[in-house]
């Protein structure tokens, strides 16, 4: 399953099966990552960096059935730009999809801090998933490759959740369900979005 910041993860050093500790020249923090299931993994990040650092993260390779959800809870002083508009860096927002085919660049200076839960899922897995629910969340409906998006109160309560069930080494099943929970309310409320769009056009 491919997985974004691949360039960013060779500034770590692994520690123990879940635990990468980020070099000493580069910043202070850990990656910490558990595959929950087949075709689901979650990894927080939680960094900050001494100095500025211009990553690439990108996946070029649009038949790639795996999508990654970035939901930030901290991006201090860290910039954002997209490969297409060279020169534009914004601040992000606070849940990132990325689909097949995604190309951004990550920017960060002295200070910078990231906080963020990002959770990959395969197509088979989110089509169980929607088969198990009865329900077709329109993920993949998307000219884009990369979907940004708000988080309401409730997501903020589930990545929080999320974050310190990783924390306390709650185990894969709290993990489990806190990153269902935080999952199930974005997915629910983009389908709510997309259905509101599209009564908006018709």
Known sequence: MHRPFTQLQKFFNKESQHVSRLH???????ITSHLLEEGLSV????CTFNGHMDVHAFNSNTKNDSCTLLSFDTAEQIRFRKTMDEGKAVQWWD????LPG?????ITEAGSKLRCISTSFSLL???RINKALRSEVPLWNSDLSIIPSIMNLVEKQQLEEVINSIRSSAGNLNI????????????TNRYAHSVLLE???S
């Open 24 to 30: 000493n020249a580069v910043g202070t923090g850990t």
């Open 43 to 46: 990894s927080l990040w939680d």
């Open 95 to 98: 849940h990132l999809t990325l």
């Open 102 to 106: 995604y190309n951004f660049h990550m």
């Open 125 to 127: 897995w989110l089509h």
């Open 176 to 187: 489990k369900s806190a990153v269902f929970n935080l999952l199930a309310d974005y997915m």
């Open 199 to 201: 009564a908006q056009s």
